[in-house]
């Protein structure tokens, strides 16, 4: 009876009679209502009193009460979801392994390039003020079209720019140079930013200790002071604070620090500074950075438009110092120093995110594959009530803890990449001031990332395995005839675009794999092993004739010779490989019209063919006595020989530089051509020759003066160069000397061996990931049709047959995922072109090479599960069943 | 319920007897008055969570031992208010009878054992 009317009044709540929902909510309300006001009484604070009325409701009945209110999930429901997710991946330790190491790679590899992206590009500067708005002004020859022909000028058309321009708040001076400093052991150059005092407050960075330059430090008359880097004051002076406020001989003169620059500051490079006025005349040769900072609103467009009209004024007046045709350009103050790296940094991004991509395709075809062995769970769990929202929460807390771990792996990864890449980015390539490491910004773009790639390869997963039907699952008698056939394609897609992706990686690495070896097969025309570059500036004030210097350079010399090892030395005015004095020129005889004729000069001794190798074809090489008589005698390149005097015969012809310094007086007849010397790299590897000359060092001074020395091998021989040069004149100045080839690696190849190695590493990971995930799906394949080749096998089917059935699914996948990537990979590399040399972006023999490549990895990938696959044993299948 | 460590959850059953003792004692009283109640008299060792009150209510209602309607609590809340039925009533007393009936018969039972130990 009574259950008769219970039932009854079940049925009126069916179709609406009874007590409704909502009824019982505002019951429920009152409930907690009322336990807040006795809390409350208690005298609870008004939160704590709400929260404690909740608890003490039961954590289950609060929760289902907040979903209901809000349709969110709470808090405790995700963490119970993080629970039951974790316990699943403690269970199947091989899959968690395999995910969280692929999203570990991947998020570390995004990591780590996205640090070097926020620490180069968005924020290298963190203690400059409103780096944004200084920008500098960059002359450029059009005739040449390179970029960069400079952005220093000199005093007076500083000023003149100064003056004319509106768009600037402030403006300051930087030129770089070099002084002597002078101490009980000996003279060491340092390298010194002369700048207008203004230049730190205008970059908003106060000293570390001491002060910084001030106004009045520029002043006619005012004491000499300077302030140091923060790096010389470690490296050189060890941290002591006491040097504040002593005086060092520089140049010769006693000069006060005042103070040392913070760390991450390094204007110009420089080791030390020194305030200058542009109106000092001993600064009138001098070229200057111009760097100014835009009023506010004012944005680089306008300013540019400003100069356009600027520039060509200031031209008139400084007609020497500017092309025929040039453009003026404005650089914001980043740009100046990224300058073309950005593109690369740019690709490399590119190329993490195919890797990304990668990763998180391969989790998605594992959490497929795993969703197969679930779906009964899947079914169970739905009939005991639980909704498809539900559990599609639950399967994506699962890849949310998935990519969390991966984020965190990925965290240890990118710590340690970091370092090596920091190591592998040249100098010069990126701001002086930019540190590279793992920030705030870098940490949460990261952990973006992790949630982003879970949505990415959790989402589709989850929805298949819900939206399937949930019952037929439990009928089933077993897993071997079911079919996700959707699924199957699924993950199948899946891993044609992973192998798509690789192929790309691949392709990319490869041409840079091919340009870089091109780049090192180059034909410098010259012998760069074992040739020391040692860099011995001649600017004090005893060699300011060409004697005096000839005299300094030929007793050095003779002692660098004498030195055990050395086979030969000379002296040079340019940097083999990397240029000399570019000066226009004329050829007696020889009518060019209206083109301007220029070569190189190098001002050099004896034996400079010899120290470098370069063969002479013609004539013969400078000698002894010309040094010594400073004849007017020039041995030129075959270059020069082709391109001026076409193929006639260059010996006894003259060169008339159009340079006052080479000039022996008013009735100057040129430098007579008395040999040819072969053709050697001079404008960077990268260019054909230039035009070159090689003139006696004695015929005019400069100074630019640097040492070459051959040694019979691999000899520490740069301290015994500074001694002898030292025993002939402590005074002069040794820079860093280094030899050709490491001068090379660092400035040829650091740049495209970084790329390479980046693109490289990526591309055999983005491989290693697609063996993984093919290996996976035809695993999962062979796992699924067990049934049906044991059936096949009891039927007569051969191992054979059964080999190249589960083979042929695997190729498929990779042939049209080869086939795919190979097309979009002639599309994408068009991006790396301007990291390429020598090759083309669509190199057959790369991408045939790359397409063999993943073609085996794939086979290879398919073919172990396959073989497990022949291994079926036909009456073991049929009897599970 | 002889755990010491905090407070037990209501026995199966028992529930609903504890309502309706509490509303023949008490009268008239909203949900979480009676859950107050229990609480009490039981000396805070047992908690009553709403998830296992309201569906005893809600079944006790349907059978129709408790009546229910909305009034003002003490504190002016609104609150659903459940008073005893006469059939409720019958209902206590024959529930207490059983009860009764059935610790005693397992008091038998345990007696003897609680002295040995």
């Known amino acids: 009876m009574r259950r008769l009317r219970a039932l009854l009044h079940r049925l009126f709540g069916l179709v609406g009679l009874g007590r409704h929902d909502d009824d019982l909510a505002n019951e429920l309300e009152s409930h907690v209502l009322m336990h807040v006001d006795d809390n409350l009484r208690a005298g609870m604070p008004p939160e704590e009193a709400r929260r404690r009325a909740l608890v003490e409701l039961g954590v289950e009945s609060v929760k289902e009460a907040m979903r209901d209110r809000r349709g969110l999930p709470s808090i405790d429901a995700l963490l119970k979801d993080a629970r039951f997710a974790l316990r699943g991946l403690r269970k199947q330790p091989t899959f968690t392994f395999a995910s969280v190491t692929a999203l570990a790679l991947g998020i570390g590899a995004a990591t780590t390039i996205f640090s070097v992206i926020q620490n180069v590009l968005l924020d290298p500067y963190p203690m400059y003020a409103d780096v944004d708005r200084i920008v500098g002004v960059q002359i450029r020859d059009l005739a040449s079209g390179r970029p960069g022909f400079r952005d220093s000028f000199l005093p007076a058309e500083f000023l003149e720019y100064q003056n004319q321009t509106s768009s600037f708040e402030e403006v300051i001076a930087g030129a770089l140079g070099d002084v002597v400093y002078s101490s009980g052991d ?58 504040v406020g002593k005086s060092f001989v520089l140049d010769g003169v006693p000069t006060t620090l005042i103070g040392v620059m913070p760390a991450r500051v390094s204007k110009l490079g420089a080791d030390l500074w020194r305030p200058v006025r542009l109106d000092d005349p001993a600064m009138k040769s001098r070229y200057f950075k111009l760097q100014g900072r835009l009023r506010r609103g004012v944005t680089i467009a306008q300013v540019q438009a400003e100069m356009e009209v600027i520039a060509p004024r200031v031209a008139k007046t400084h007609p020497r110092e500017y092309p025929n045709k040039f453009g003026v350009q404005v650089v914001g103050l980043i740009d100046s120093v990224v300058g073309p790296f950005r593109k690369t940094l740019y690709t490399m991004a590119a190329a993490v995110g195919l890797l990304l991509l990668i990763a998180c395709a391969n989790v998605a075809s594992m959490l497929l594959s795993r969703a197969s062995g679930r779906e009964k769970e899947m079914a169970i769990r739905a009939s005991l009530g639980a909704s498809h929202g539900a559990l599609v929460r639950q399967l994506l807390v699962e890849s949310l803890l998935l990519a969390l771990l991966g984020a965190l792996f990925g965290w240890l990864l990118s710590y340690g990449s970091i370092k090596l890449i920091v190591a592998a980015i040249p100098e010069g390539l990126i701001p002086r001031e930019a540190v590279i490491h793992l920030n705030v910004p870098v940490l949460v773009f990261s952990l973006g990332i992790a949630a982003l790639t ?13 939206r399937r039907d949930l019952v037929n699952p439990l009928r089933d008698s077993g897993k071997g005839t079911s079919g996700g056939y959707r699924r199957g394609g699924l993950s199948g897609a899946l891993v044609v675009g992973e192998v798509a992706l690789s192929l790309v990686l691949l392709a990319s690495a490869g041409l840079l794999m091919r340009s870089f070896v091109a780049l090192q097969a180059v034909d410098l025309g010259l012998d760069a092993e074992n040739v020391l570059f040692a860099p011995i500036p001649l600017g004090s004030s005893q060699y300011q004739t060409a004697a005096s210097q000839e005299q300094f350079l030929s007793q050095a010399l003779s002692r660098v010779r004498a030195l055990p090892g050395v086979v030969s030395a000379t002296t040079t005015t340019g940097m083999p490989l990397f240029g000399g004095w570019r000066n226009d020129l004329e050829l007696p005889g020889s009518s060019q019209g209206d083109a301007v004729w220029q070569a190189m000069f190098q001002l050099c001794s004896d034996d400079y063919l010899q120290t470098l190798g370069i063969r002479l074809l013609q004539g013969r090489d400078l000698t002894r006595a010309d040094l010594a008589e400073s004849r007017r005698v020039a041995v030129v390149n075959r270059t020069f020989v082709l391109r001026f005097l076409e193929g006639r015969d260059p010996l006894g012809r003259r060169i008339k530089v159009k340079n006052e310094a080479f000039r022996a007086g008013p009735e100057d007849v040129g430098f007579e051509i008395v040999g040819v010397m072969a053709d050697a790299k001079n404008q960077g590897i990268r260019e054909p020759p230039f035009p070159e000359v090689l003139v006696p060092s004695s015929v005019t001074k400069t100074v630019g003066r640097g040492l070459l020395v051959k040694t019979t091998g691999a000899l520490p021989i740069a301290e015994s160069v500074k001694r002898e040069i030292w025993a002939v004149d402590r005074g002069v100045s040794v820079g860093r000397s280094r030899t050709l080839t490491e001068i090379l690696k660092h400035w040829t190849y650091a740049e495209p061996r970084l790329g390479l190695y980046i693109f490289g590493s990526f591309a055999v990971l983005g491989l290693a990931l697609v063996i993984l995930g093919v290996y996976s799906v035809i695993a999962y394949n062979v796992s699924r049709q067990t049934q049906e080749i044991g059936i096949r096998m009891a039927l007569g089917a051969e191992r054979s047959d059964v080999l190249r059935m589960t083979l042929r699914t695997g190729l498929k996948l990779v042939v049209l995922g080869v086939v795919i990537g190979a097309s979009s990979s002639l599309a994408a590399t068009r991006v790396l072109a301007n990291q390429l040399w020598n090759v083309s972006p669509r190199d057959p023999l790369t991408l045939g090479f790359v397409v063999a490549i993943v073609g085996v990895a794939g086979l290879a990938a398919s073919y172990f599960p396959a073989r497990r696959a022949t291994r079926v044993d036909p009456m073991v299948v049929l009897r599970s069943e | 319920m002889n755990d010491s460590s905090g407070k037990g959850d209501v026995w199966q059953g028992t529930l609903a007897l504890m309502i ?13 008055g009676i859950a107050r109640r229990i609480e009490q008299t039981s000396g805070s060792r047992l908690s009553v969570k709403y998830g296992t009150l309201y569906p005893a209510l809600l079944k006790l209602e349907q059978e129709g031992f408790v009546d229910a309607e909305w009034g003002l609590s003490e504190n002016n809340r609104k609150a659903r208010f459940y008073r005893l039925t006469r059939a409720g009533r019958k209902r206590l007393v024959k529930e207490t009878r059983d009860w009764e009936h059935a610790t005693s018969i397992l008091a038998r039972f345990l007696a003897p054992e609680e002295q040995e130990s």
């Open chain 1, 186 to 243: 000996g003279s060491e150059p340092f390298a010194v930013g002369l700048t207008s005092e203004n230049t730190f407050t205008f970059m908003g960075v106060k000293a570390a200790i001491g002060r910084t330059l001030a106004l009045d430090d520029a002043r006619p008359g005012a004491p000499p002071v300077f302030v140091m880097s923060y790096k010389l004051w470690a490296t050189r002076f060890g941290l002591d604070p006491s040097l």
């Open chain 1, 454 to 466: 879970a949505i990415v390869f959790g989402l589709v997963p989850a929805l298949q395995t819900v």
């Open chain 2, 20 to 32: 309706l003792k509490t509303l023949e004692g008490l009268g008239p009283l909203h949900g979480y």
